[in-house]
Each structure stands twice: as structure tokens, then as C-alpha cells.
């Protein structure tokens, strides 16, 4: 049986920026479009170009995706043709082969928010697509409050869609803009858009969250008929976020109902990426990935109930919907540790660290690690200080140097212009061998700017090791992030430390305290150890 | 038109502990169910008694409430009758008005997991329903993965759960333990177990979220005639979470759909605390509260795109699907660089900031936002920051005091022990009307530990303001989180500090600067001024 194609489009670029809090950089929009395409989304909107500099940066170089990249933007305004609309021409200059312009379908938006009759919107929505499509682009119309128009005003909801179809839009895209609708609603009122004319695979259907239900909104227009969904990763978007394209996914390629049915851009190959997409996105916002997000969240497979866990043990399909391991998640059950184990001489096999299936370390490195998570470190997103944690319990990391003490301060005062000026200063004094090393730094950078208190102490660290000076003289700090995070019962912080050396290697390293100048010292002193002993650096006696 | 009656049952306690990282103490379980008893929930259950000790404790001496007080357990086990299970007496025992046992209904977890004979089972649910209501329970049967179960063997787990309910249970509770079946399934079975002779005034439904459906699935049982709702505060829950009465609640009483045909005991005006007990649940576990919650997130009703904003001046309702106020929440209208002129009008307007349409200043506060924010400045973050901003553009912020230096040291050396100890010390001088005061403070807490050095100077700063020190006693900062970001050619650090006071109000300020102490003590500064403006507290004068 063939199965019908549903088309996914990405809007994370977009209407996920609108998330409060978020701002994407134009290289952050080009890294992100990059993991939509190797996911196998078919289209990605990547804002819109004109209002503002970042997006109109991002379209001036267009990353090169297999994916239909898409301008995003509005019909034309009332009182100008669509060729002298300078809104519009913004959006067709970004050359994208495909765009996407909202327009108004719900009357009452019509005549009070734009003040326009209904009759010059239908205009506008009409000369706007024709306009589209004459420069040979694959328009998409976002029908704008599409649900609550149709509820207010059936009849002016579809001439206006049915204006854009008519024109040649490839997509009608039925919005529930304020998130309100329940998916029963969808259901009907799409089948209604269907039965007025409009086929299905001309239909495509962008929700909301506002009840928590974008996700059963989008498959309720997919049930009726609807063959593009719009969402972001995680959920990102507006108020309460877009329906997620992380949930609907794996939804539509694992579930029987949807799978047997439909067929989309994604590979089971792709969907075991998806962890690793929704946590690179985290990241890039530096934000503390949910736990509780379905399929890719750390608790997703995580069971606590020991009545769970010991079915579990027996079958995984017990308590589990799908298997982990098809979106890249593994499953948590804190009894087993035989699971765990495994797991992690794999990690250690992947790190080239060969340990004997039976090492009666093994035990003593998954405890360590357990504790030390929930003090507050994070070794998922730190690989090298994962590498030495285990090494170390391995007996393989020697005592390159030892670090007596340091200290830092952290002046802020009126310099001779009556300016408010800030310095910080370093001391660090190490034993390399036998030798004492006193080091001093300031954060003054070559421009003269003060670059903080961590500068200072990394400068101080770096500037003579020794024997070990040149090993470590092409290491930079490239990446800095910081988090304040559950230790226990109190807040910490967390520092994660990315380090890049001039082969191009780039590693990261954590550090835990409730004070942030310890917890980067900690991470400071891991890169440099996981970089001497990577170089093969032989210790000084001591 | 009468409406039917939908009854909620509250399992935050029992299955709401079962979240990662979730642990209630018997205090916090009766402050708990204080709130749900206020709200109007129908049933609270507890916990589980005999399970583990908080749990026996809480029954021991139970909260006085309106809603059926109910004790969890499991119908009793194999080749035991129901007066000799221990585990079954250990919830008689608890001597509460209502019991809820759960029990298998899939044929495979009775003979895979329990190790018995179908016919048993049925016989230890029948036995223990009976055993329940002879002693005068109002009993609930939780049909452990009944739609699983139903999908494999219809008969059986038909069979299952009309054994309970011959047997005088009170509620069927169809449970979708794995949490992977679809709405429109949950839809269709719900019907044939109706179909099967049992009313849907008998049924119940549990779900969880790990397709992102839960509160759907829950409707959808709803809308196939069940009535009675399980559900958790916040979906709290094991993996993915609980159907969360937080979203479910604010949609069944406002929605024309559900609020037409049904009541429950959820008031108006107890709905409006819902904001306020959510958040309450959030500080009880320590979490920081979910921005996009549906509802009740600081983000429900935040309209970053500047369209959304103009025509929300016009008329709430074009972009919010309910009043915010409904649910004790706020809308809020963040500054971005996507903002325009109406969001600025707007923001200044909820803020109780008069300022004429044409006032020569509006452009230069946008002008000004724009600047700070390609600087590192995040004002949709920090609402009081941008309040500062504007109102000293306008000239409504009087110099309360004025900072001549300060310095912060952080020192790690060993103790007489040989252990390596941190401890960092804060100098703050200021000038307050002609008064110069000096403060200094460490970083240690009562306990002992150091807090780091943006502790030391919070402390420093808030240890004597002279005439203001009264005002911001009651000051606490509550959250503190910093970003790594791009400040024009320069990597930046970007501190937003969350503070609370006495009155429970929050507010947000943000700062930014390459040392990372003095973007902190930035917004420090900023947190102080708000407070003491907010307050109107006169300033000294210089």
C-alpha cells in the first residue's frame, strides 16, 4: 500500500524566535538550519527578511540545504500594488525558491486591526500570491486566526483562503494564531475547508499551545485530510511555543496509525538524531534541556516506580511506548546497574580508554558519576572531563602539576577622567616538580578593555607551566557558559569550558561550586590536563 | 440546561512523586493538599500507605479537607485472601473515606509480569474491590495499561474491568500507563467500554505525556463519556509526566465547549489562585517555574511580535485566547528588537508610566533599547531593568545613592586541614545624601560554605543603605543566570538576576559587561533601585 506524503515545515528560525528570551545570531540561524536539513525537513522558514538585521544578514548568505528554504513575510498593504510594496519586495529579494506571507481570514482582525473592508484584504491576499508565484516561487499563505475567523464568520474565512488557492498558492496553511482551539474544532473546521474545495494536500495546519494541545491539534487536521504541518524543535515559539516538530516526528514515523499511512522526509537513521538536535538547540540558547519533554527528554525512559523497574527488567515494552533508542534517548532505570555498565564502556570504547567487560572499577566510575550529576555536573555536555573522571578512577592520569592557590580580585573605581573603570587580577602559584611557580595576570586585553576575573585566572594558569609551556601555548578559550544549577540542596553553578587547540581540536570541561571563580578554575585545570595527557605530555617527577 | 458533573482527582502526592528528582516530605504533602482543597478538587490521593515512611506518616495524621481524602494500593496478590494481604491492609488502614487500588487489565503483564493465571487476577481485583466496599470505601479501580491491554486482548481487559465494577467499585479508572496511545484511541476504546455496560458516569481516565498528548487523550475520554479526570499540579509524573490539571482545569471551566455542558468544583473565583498555587508547587520542589506553561507561564500571555503587540493595544482579544486575569496571570508585552513604537507605548502603559502619543522621548528610548540590546542587553528578560530605562529617560528615577568603588577578592588556598577552601570578601562604597558608608561582607553563609563572590558583593551592597535599608530587608535574590553572548565585536557575559520581596512580587534585571562581577553587580544595582522606587521611597538628598 502506498502511503501518502506529509510535508514538514520548520519555523524555529521564525515564529521560534519570537519565544521570549530568544535571539538567534545569524551563524546560531545558519548551525540550526543545518541540523533541520540533515533531519530531512522539507522546508525551513528562516525569518523574515527586512525586519530586522539578523534576518536579512541569514538570507544575504543562504546556507545551501536540501530543504526549500523560505522567506517569510506579509501580503501587500492596501492602497499600493503588490510591485510597489516595499514589505513584500524585501521578502522576493531574499531570493528563496519558496515564501510564505501571512495574511488576515478572521473579519473582525480585518476591518479593526488593519481598518480595510474585507474586500481590499481579499484583494491584497490575491494580488500578493499572484505577484508570488509570476517570479516562479512556491508560495505558502499563512491563513492568520483561521479557526476563531472561520467560528466568527464562515463564509469571509473561506472567500479568503479560497483567494489565495485561486491564485496559486501551492499551501493553505490553516493557523490557530492564539492557540485557543481544541483539536475536535480542527478536525471539523478543516474537513469543512476540504469539503468547500480545497484539496488536502493543498492544506497545511500551524497550532499553538495555549491549552497544551498543539501536537493532538496538528494530527487532528492531519486526520482530516491536512498534509503540511508547520512547528519548531522543542517547541519553541510564541507565548507557550509552537505545536513541537520534536514531539509530532517521532509521533508520525513510530506510531502504527500514522506510519502505515503516511510517509515523510524523515529516516529511522535521521530520527536517532533527534536527541542530539533537541540538546544541540538547548544549547546554542543555553538552556536547561526539559526533562520531562516526550521522546527526548532525560526522563522521557526514566523508571522510578520499583513496581516499573522490575517488570522492566523483564521486558522493556512493559512500561515503555517505544524503544529509546529510535530518537537517540536510552533509557534510566536507577536499580539496574548492569545497563548501565554497558553503556558506559561504550562511551569509554568511543574514547579509546579499553576497559575488561568484568573491571571491578566499573561500578565505582557509575557511582562516582551518579554523584557528581547530582552535585550539579553535567558530563554529556562535557566529554573531556567524562574522559578524565574515568581515567583517573583507571589510574591513568598522572599529577602533572599541583595547584597551591590562587587569588583573584576584582576592582571597580574612577580612573583620572572620573570614569567608572574595572581591573581584575590573578595569582596563581603551582608545584611543577620540585619548582614553586608564582604567575600573575591582569584582564586587560591588548585594546586596553577588561575582559573579567576568569580571563585573569586563565591568563595566570597558561602563563608558565614549565616544561609543559609549549604543549599548551596554542590552547584558547573559545567558549564560556555558565549555569546556575541544583547541587544537593543548594544552587551551584556550573561552568562548561570549550578549549580549541591549533590542530583544530576542540574539547570542554566542567567545573562545579557555589562560587563561579572556583567552579572555572576547576574547568580551566581539566582542559589543561586533558590536553597534556591527549599530547602524550610525560610528567615531571615529583 | 443542566450540566453534568466532572469530578477531578488529584494524584500530585502519589504519581506526581514519581518525577525524577521529586521527593515530598509529609509537611509539604499537607501543604500541598491544603491548595488542591482549596481549588475544589474532589479527591486527593496521598500516597501510597505502607510503601515508605513519608507516605504512612501523612495518613497518620491527615489534613482536614472538603475533597475525599484517598489512599493508593494494589488489589491483593495471588494465593493470599484479602483480609490476610498485608500490602492491601496497610491502605484499609490509613482509614480514609476513599481507596484507589490499582490492578492489571493486560493479559500479557498478568501472566509475563505477575506470573499468574488470567482467572486469577480477576479473582484478586473481584476479592479486593468487595473486600474495600464491605468496609464502607468509596473504591476507584486503576486498569493499569488498559488501553494496551484492550488493543491486545478486548475480551479480557474488558473482562478485568467489569469485575471491578460488578464488584461495587465506584469508579473505573481506564488507565494509559505507557502513555503512547492516541487521542482518537483513547476516544474509540473509551466508547466500547460504555458500549460494554459500564457508564461513563463510572469511568475514569489517567493519562500521560509521553506522545505530548495528555491533556488531549484526557478530553478525548471525556468527550466519549467519561467523567471522572486524573491528573497532577504542573503534570508532574513519572518519565514524561501526568496529564496536568494545571492546563485541563482553566479549559473545562472556560472554554464554551466543555464550560456549556459540564461543572466541576473549580469556582471562577478559585481559579483565579491557579497561577499562585502553580508557582507555589514550583518553589516547594525548587524548580524553576516553566515559562511556556499554558495558562499559567510567565509566557501564556507575552506578545513579542510587534504585529501581535499593536493590535493587542487595540483589543486584548486578537491575540489571547482567554483574559489572563481569569487564571491569576498577566500579560505581558516584552521589549525586543523586534519591537515597535506600540509595544514601547504599551509596556509603559501597564507600568503605570503616563506619557503623551507624541512625546519627543519615545524614539530615543527605542533608540536606546536597540543600542543596549546589540550590546548583550536582554530586556524581554528583564522587565524592571527596562522599566528603570524608560523612566529615566523620562526623568523619574532619582539618584538614591551613588557607588564610588568597589572590590571583591576571591582567594583558594588550604586550610590548617590541608583542604583546599575558597572564601571571597565584598568592599562596597557608597554615598548616600552626604553620608559616605563602606560595607564589606564575605561570602560564607551560616552553615559555613562560601557563595562566591557575587554573593559577598550582594550582601556587601544590601548591608547598610542608611535610610533604605528598612525597604529592601525583605529583598531576596531568587534566581541568577548568566549568558555568554555577543556584545558588538566582543564576547560578553549577560547576568539577569530574579529578586523577590516580602509582598511575593518578582521582578528581573538584567546586566552586562566582559567581567562577569560587574555585569552582576549591574543588575544588583538595578534590583535595588526598582524596589526602592516601586516602594516610593524618598531619596536623600545630595
Not at 521564525?14 to 533531519?39: P, W, Y
Not at 517547541?235 to 496509525?257: D, M
Not at 580612573?415 to 604567575?439: H, T
Not at 590542530?503 to 589543561?528: C, H, K, M, Y
Amino acid at each position: 500500500m502506498t502511503r501518502e506524503r506529509l510535508y514538514l515545515y520548520d519555523t524555529t528560525l521564525r515564529d521560534g524566535q519570537q519565544t521570549q528570551g530568544v535571539q538567534f545570531s545569524t551563524a546560531e540561524k545558519h548551525q540550526i538550519a543545518a541540523m533541520l536539513d540533515q533531519l530531512g525537513i522539507d522546508y525551513i522558514e528562516g525569518g523574515w527578511p527586512g525586519a530586522n538585521p539578523t534576518d536579512s544578514e541569514f538570507f544575504a548568505s543562504p546556507p545551501a540545504t536540501k530543504a526549500t528554504l523560505t522567506a517569510f513575510g506579509m501580503t501587500k498593504r492596501a492602497g499600493r500594488s503588490a510591485e510597489n510594496d516595499d514589505v513584500l519586495a524585501a521578502v522576493l529579494n531574499a531570493g528563496t525558491p519558496s515564501v510564505c506571507l501571512v495574511g488576515k481570514t478572521h473579519d473582525y482582525h480585518v476591518t479593526h486591526a488593519l481598518g480595510i473592508t474585507l474586500d481590499e484584504n481579499t484583494d491584497n491576499i490575491r494580488a500578493s500570491v499572484i505577484h508570488c508565484t509570476a517570479q516562479n516561487r512556491e508560495t505558502h499563505f499563512d491563513a492568520e486566526h483561521f479557526f476563531d475567523g472561520y467560528k466568527a464568520n464562515p463564509d469571509y474565512a473561506l472567500q479568503a483562503i479560497h483567494a489565495a488557492h485561486d491564485a496559486g498558492a501551492r499551501w493553505i496553511v490553516l493557523c490557530d494564531t492564539n492557540g485557543g482551539t481544541l483539536p475536535s474544532e480542527i478536525h471539523t473546521i478543516t474537513q469543512a475547508v476540504i469539503a468547500s474545495g480545497i484539496p488536502g494536500d493543498r492544506l497545511g495546519i500551524h497550532c499553538h499551545d495555549d491549552t497544551g494541545q498543539a501536537v493532538a491539534c496538528t494530527l487532528a487536521a492531519v486526520e482530516a485530510g491536512a498534509r503540511q504541518i508547520q512547528g519548531t524543535l522543542n517547541g519553541l515559539g510564541e507565548r507557550c511555543g509552537n505545536a513541537s516538530l520534536t514531539t509530532l516526528i517521532p509521533t508520525l514515523v513510530l506510531k502504527p496509525a500514522y506510519a502505515e499511512r503516511f510517509e515523510t522526509g524523515v529516516t529511522p537513521e535521521a530520527l536517532k538524531t533527534l536527541l542530539r538536535i533537541s540538546r544541540k538547540l538547548d544549547d546554542i540558547l543555553n538552556r536547561v534541556p526539559l526533562r520531562s519533554l516526550p521522546y527526548v527528554g532525560a526522563s522521557a525512559f526514566a523508571h522510578k516506580a520499583g513496581l516499573h523497574a522490575s517488570a522492566i527488567a523483564k521486558d522493556p515494552a512493559t512500561y515503555e511506548h517505544i524503544d529509546p533508542a529510535q530518537v537517540g534517548n536510552a533509557r534510566i532505570v536507577p536499580m539496574s546497574n548492569q545497563a548501565g555498565q554497558s553503556n558506559l564502556r561504550m562511551v569509554l570504547a568511543d574514547m579509546e580508554v579499553a576497559v575488561a567487560r568484568d573491571d571491578p572499577r566499573l561500578p565505582g566510575i557509575l557511582t562516582d558519576i551518579k554523584t557528581r550529576e547530582d552535585a550539579g555536573y553535567a558530563y554529556d555536555s562535557a566529554q573531556a572531563s567524562f574522559e578524565l573522571l574515568a581515567r583517573r578512577a583507571l589510574g591513568q592520569v598522572p599529577r602533572f602539576f599541583e595547584v597551591k592557590r590562587y587569588r583573584v580580585t576584582v576592582e571597580r573605581r574612577k580612573n583620572k577622567y572620573d570614569q567608572m573603570v574595572s581591573l581584575s587580577e590573578a595569582v596563581v602559584v603551582l608545584k611543577i616538580g620540585d619548582e614553586k611557580k608564582l604567575s600573575v595576570s591582569e584582564s586587560m586585553d591588548t585594546e586596553g578593555h577588561d575582559r573579567g576575573p576568569v580571563n585573569a585566572l586563565a591568563k595566570a594558569l597558561a602563563k608558565d607551566l614549565g616544561p609543559y609551556q609549549a604543549t599548551i601555548d596554542d590552547m584558547k578559550l573559545v567558549d564560556f557558559k555558565v549555569r546556575i544549577t541544583q547541587g544537593g540542596t543548594e544552587a551551584v553553578t556550573r561552568v562548561i569550558i570549550d578549549s580549541e587547540d591549533g590542530q583544530g581540536r576542540r574539547w570542554s570541561t566542567v567545573g562545579v561550586s557555589p562560587n563561579i571563580v572556583d567552579a572555572s578554575f576547576e574547568a580551566l585545570l581539566d582542559a589543561v590536563t586533558w590536553k597534556l595527557l591527549r599530547d602524550g605530555v610525560r610528567p615531571c617527577p615529583t
